[in-house]
Nanobody, 126 residues
């Protein structure tokens, strides 16, 4: 299976973006999908994760209330809706698939994921 993230771009602070993550090849409908980001000079950090059935979502405190993760298994796509973007949201955003259930396993840890997309750059101007 391959994951492809897209939808990044240059926006102004306060704007919105929606990042789709599409799975190709084998289905990931039984996988949790997470979003991570990496800003220049910083380590990769957890953003959000959604369970295979969409019933459970977990967010980093820094994006809670502004970002929403959803999934459409029929389209093999997970979305990260980002509202009220801030300068500090500037980063390359990656989606990843994990075989674990976030209700049972801590999926804030990037090591839990076994398939990664190539990343999409989001730049927020202040």
């Amino acid at each position: 299976v391959q994951l492809q993230a897209s939808g990044g771009g240059l926006v102004q602070a306060g704007d919105s973006l929606r990042l789709p993550c599409v799975a190709y090849g084998r289905s990931v409908s039984s996988h949790a999908i997470g979003w991570f980001r990496q800003a220049p000079g910083k380590e990769r950090e957890f953003v959000a994760v959604i369970s295979w059935d969409g019933d459970s979502t977990i967010y980093a405190d820094s994006v809670k209330g502004r970002f929403t993760i959803t999934r459409d298994n029929a389209k093999s796509t997970v979305y990260l809706q980002m509202n009220s973007l801030k300068f500090e949201d500037t980063a390359v955003y990656y989606c990843a698939a994990a075989r674990y259930d976030p209700r049972r396993v801590n999926l804030r840890n990037a090591a839990r994921y076994d398939v990664w997309g190539q990343g999409t750059l989001v730049t927020v101007s202040s």
